[in-house]
């Protein structure tokens, strides 16, 4: 019997608030007339969404507490280090007889599936694995049809503090966009077309939602800015170029079914300056009396204020003058790191490490991992072990950890005091407010999962603060005024939703409702008329 055919469509950082919106302005016609012949679902992606790792949870089929990972960010209590992990899972399809050719899809690492097809790390937002192509030949192959990926220097762009780079920002992934498309599109159809699985996946649209969204959100502080306009004719551009790359891919694919989603919603950025600036600082203050973070006296004055950033500076450039790097009486190394952090692009301005040997458990492949010294937050490290709590970097909420005693190598914090020592913190945060607002700081803090704290994974922080609005600066009626510095990312992924479009015979169109994100993985296995030998998280969207 022949397999079904399931193209799989990734929109990584598609927001369906938006995306609504210019389908009813007739300016996203290819995925208009996929609604109309698809089963349309809401995702709720859940807590999971916070972890970043929504690619990851799609390459695995894992959720974080059957996955038993939480945060791209990994801690080793032993040595106080923080660093950013990549693909740790072997894809949920290995271990299937399905053909599966991978266009560009995050956290597959293509090193631990011998049998899958395809390219990957390419020009993925937050790829998750070495660039890497099989079988080899299709690399330079794809380079000679298609060149280089041509907007690698807008991935993670912050064009926010000007309106000529929030236009060369949407130009250059729109016209990446046209250049994803036709690739996929010649790899689906001449280069391998021997498929059962085609999964190609888009990550303009996320990189796009994160810096431009104030362009599009009315609400937002900056919205008014300069860059404001120019931020919203950019997004409707790349929406567009989006539109086409869906409709180019199904054309590809006659027959197939199609899978076109996305895990989670995106909306305002609510966590780049908490969770990398303010809360480290809040926490040192906390410990140690000390203030670290230095900002201007004209940005102190007027703690209700955004701060701007000069049109051609970059953030975490400018970090360095209000968080430090450690003087450890090597000026040169200092230096040598601020020059890594000017060279590399983007929210990943790390150094690719490689294999990590101190990692808990034993890994025969470590995922690749990157450096995080580009963040305020981990420039806090040296005083962690003499700390009782300490901020984590992280690239969505804050995460706490707390430095105790059989865990952490030079722990302070009794076992028998963790609850009184989580109760102390959660109220030190609930007493912040933000001075642009007058609102709390925070919106909620959870505990960790794991619920033996000496049995946390070195991606558990002890507890997770869910900050709440837009904010520079949090005000403490003890600690004082922290911040305010200038925002980082506009937009992030606070949308309540994702969204699934299913086309495929049999499947009646329709709202389905909300379903669970991790359904998606499921669903394509059913599709597949496959079942994993390893279990996934979730079950079909289509029963």
Not at 275 to 302: D, F, I, K, N
Not at 314 to 322: G, L, V, Y
Request: aromatic fraction near 8%.
């Amino acid at each position: 019997m022949t397999r079904p055919r399931v193209l799989a469509i990734g929109l990584d950082g598609l927001e369906i608030t938006f995306v609504e919106r210019l389908m009813a302005e007739g300016k996203m016609p290819a995925l208009s007339a996929l609604a109309g012949r698809s089963a349309r679902f809401r995702l709720d992606h859940g807590p999971a969404q916070r972890t970043g790792l929504g690619w990851e949870h799609v390459a695995s089929g894992l959720s974080p507490e059957d996955g038993r990972r939480w945060a791209a960010v990994e801690f080793d209590p032993a040595t106080y280090t923080a660093w950013q992990e990549g693909a740790r899972f072997t894809p949920w399809w290995e271990g299937t007889d399905a053909r599966v050719v991978v266009f560009d899809a995050p956290y597959v690492d293509l090193r631990r599936a011998p049998k899958t097809r395809g390219i990957v790390g390419w020009g993925a937002h937050d790829p998750g694995t070495i660039a890497e192509t099989r079988p080899e030949a299709l690399g330079p192959e794809i380079a000679h049809r298609f060149g280089p990926y041509p907007a690698a220097p807008w991935t993670y762009g912050l064009p926010w503090p000007s309106a000529a780079r929030a236009r060369e920002m949407g130009e250059a992934l729109t016209s990446a966009l046209d250049v994803r498309m036709r690739a996929a599109r010649w790899l689906a159809s001449e280069g391998l077309p021997d498929w059962d699985l085609f999964l190609a996946v888009e990550g303009e649209a996320h990189g796009a939602m994160e810096g431009l969204w104030h362009g599009v959100d009315p609400d937002h502080p900056l919205h008014g800015h300069a860059s404001g306009e120019a931020s919203g004719r950019a997004l409707v551009d790349i929406y567009c170029a989006v539109d086409r790359f869906v409709g180019d891919l199904a054309a590809a694919a006659p027959g197939a079914a199609v899978v076109a989603f996305t895990m989670g919603g995106m909306g305002p950025n609510h966590s780049d300056v908490p969770s990398m600036v303010l809360l480290s600082e809040l926490l040192y203050r906390h410990a140690l009396g000390r203030t670290l973070l230095r900002v201007p006296p004209e940005w102190a004055a007027s703690p209700g204020d955004l701060p701007d950033l000069e049109e051609a500076e970059d953030w975490s450039e400018a970090s360095f003058s209000w968080v430090p790097l450690p003087d450890n009486g090597n000026g040169s190394m200092r230096e040598a790191l601020r020059a890594t952090a000017r060279r590399l692009p983007g929210p990943l301005r790390s150094i690719l490490r490689g294999a990590r040997a101190a990692l808990a458990g034993p890994r025969p492949l470590p995922p690749p991992t990157h450096d995080l010294a580009w963040q305020p937050a981990a420039r806090y490290q040296p005083h962690w072990s003499r700390m009782p709590a300490f901020a984590l970097p992280s690239f969505y909420d804050g995460r706490i950890r707390i430095n105790l005693r059989g865990r952490e190598r030079h722990g302070m914090v009794e076992p028998s005091r963790y609850e009184e020592t989580c109760r102390e913190l959660e109220t030190l945060l609930r007493e912040c407010r933000n001075p642009r607002t007058g609102e709390p700081s925070v919106e909620t803090i959870e505990r960790a999962a794991t619920r033996d704290p000496l049995a946390r994974t070195g991606s558990e922080a002890d507890l997770l603060v869910v900050w709440r609005g837009v904010a520079a600066a949090i005000e403490h009626p003890r600690l004082g005024l922290v911040g305010p510095v200038p925002l980082r990312r506009t937009g992030g992924h606070t949308g309540p939703h994702g969204l699934a479009y299913v086309a495929a015979p049999g499947v009646a169109p329709g709202d389905r409702g909300v379903r669970s994100a991790f359904d998606v993985v499921p669903t394509i296995a059913q599709l597949l008329s496959v079942d994993p030998r390893t279990p996934v998280s979730g079950k079909s969207l289509l029963g």
